[in-house]
């Protein structure tokens, strides 16, 4: 069973910073494309950014780009997110998940294990 651990959340100031990591307990790490998503209260999740197993190839939503770079190091088996100019909308918990196979993907239904989770808030 592979394990997912995010952290890096809390309280944030509109227009200030977080990074997130997604830790995952099982490899190999680098034979898992990544994504980060996120669920704001009474919506579905959806994709913030996905990275490949190389760490060469990311997307991201149009709402994340430019201020939200996601990244990877093999060798901690750590994905992170960071976050900048963060804005109210951008509260949520956020998710990160693995994707077996050569390439990343949007589609959350192409991820098979996924993280508890991290609140982050941005207030106003």
């Known amino acids: 069973q592979v394990q997912l651990v995010e952290s890096g959340g809390g309280l944030v100031q509109a227009g200030g910073s977080l990074r997130l990591s997604c830790a995952v307990s099982r490899g190999p790490f680098s034979t898992y494309a990544m994504g980060w998503f996120r669920q704001a209260p009474g919506k579905e999740r959806e994709f913030v950014a996905a990275?490949?197993?190389?760490?060469?190839?990311?997307y991201y939503a149009d709402f994340v780009k430019g201020r939200f770079t996601i990244s990877r190091d093999n060798a901690k088996n750590t994905v992170y997110l960071q976050m900048n100019s963060l804005n109210f909308e951008d509260t949520a918990v956020y998710y990160c998940a693995t994707k077996p196979g050569l390439g990343y993907s949007t589609e959350r239904t192409r991820y098979d294990y996924w993280g508890q989770g991290t609140q982050v808030t941005v207030s106003s």
């Open positions: 990275i490949n197993r190389s760490g060469g190839s990311r």
